[in-house]
């Protein structure tokens, strides 16, 4: 299995664009879990999924913030506008329905900058 | 909300030396407890875990104990090695959705 894929691993942007970032969990799970790591706040979560639905997005730091999981076999989260204090590495992560809480597996992550 | 606290980095140790890394938690009853390991450029892997109080979680030499009378899940390692070096994080879960990590306590092991 090619574990969780993220693209891309590294985006740089300038303040006000758009940013997408693309999530494919591992074939079969059926949670998906967005995170932002930062060296201030560590790691958070920012919403959740189970089947598709979106279960608990109170980590979203707010409505520029958007996650999507059109299917189970893929998932973005975008950000617009971007705004430098977005700068962090985000990671994905996937879970199959009957594991329990802590067997989430990690994509590689993606690191935004935000200039 | 329920939160994690680890022992604060960077922890900076030469190799063969012994290793802890404190971590507490704040959740009432019996959650699970688990450590991570983030490798440089990757994403965090399960380290080791536990689900009830008093067991001991194990692997790669690493090992923690679940305390509940204490609420603490501390990482120890008898002897590390360079390859050890990485960011450790502490998590608890309750259910069976999501967790909830530390800050994470970043390790250098120097030869």
């Known amino acids: 299995d090619a574990g969780v894929i993220q693209s891309p691993r590294h985006e740089v942007t300038e303040m006000g664009q758009e940013v997408t970032l693309r999530c494919k969990p591992i074939s079969g799970h059926n949670s998906l879990f967005w995170y932002r790591q930062t060296m201030m706040r560590g790691l958070e979560l920012l919403i959740y999924?189970?089947?598709?639905?979106?279960?608990?997005d109170s980590g979203m730091p707010e409505d520029r913030f958007s996650a999507k999981m059109p299917n189970a076999s893929f998932s973005t989260l975008k950000i617009q506008p971007s705004e430098p204090r977005d700068s962090a590495v985000y990671f994905c992560?996937?879970?199959?329905?009957?594991?329990?809480?802590?067997?989430?597996?990690f994509g590689p992550g993606t690191r935004l900058t935000v200039t | 909300g329920d939160s994690v606290t680890q022992m604060e980095g960077p922890v900076t140790l030469s190799e063969e030396a012994f290793l802890t890394i404190n971590c507490t938690y704040t959740?009432?009853?019996?959650?699970?407890l688990f450590w991570y390991v983030q490798y440089p450029g990757e994403g965090l892997q399960l380290l080791l875990k536990a689900t009830k109080a008093d067991d001991k979680g194990s692997n790669k030499g690493f090992e923690a104990t679940y305390r509940k009378e204490t609420t603490s899940f501390h990482l120890e390692k008898g002897s590390v090695q360079v390859s050890d070096s990485a960011v450790y994080f502490c998590?608890?879960?309750?259910?069976?959705?999501?967790?909830?990590f530390g800050q994470g306590t970043r390790l250098t092991i120097n030869p």
């Open positions: 959740a009432t009853g019996y959650p699970s």
């Open positions: 992560a996937s879970r199959a329905t009957s594991g329990r809480a802590e067997e989430q597996y």
């Open positions: 998590a608890e879960g309750q259910g069976a959705q999501k967790l909830v």
């Open positions: 999924f189970n089947n598709n639905v979106p279960i608990d």
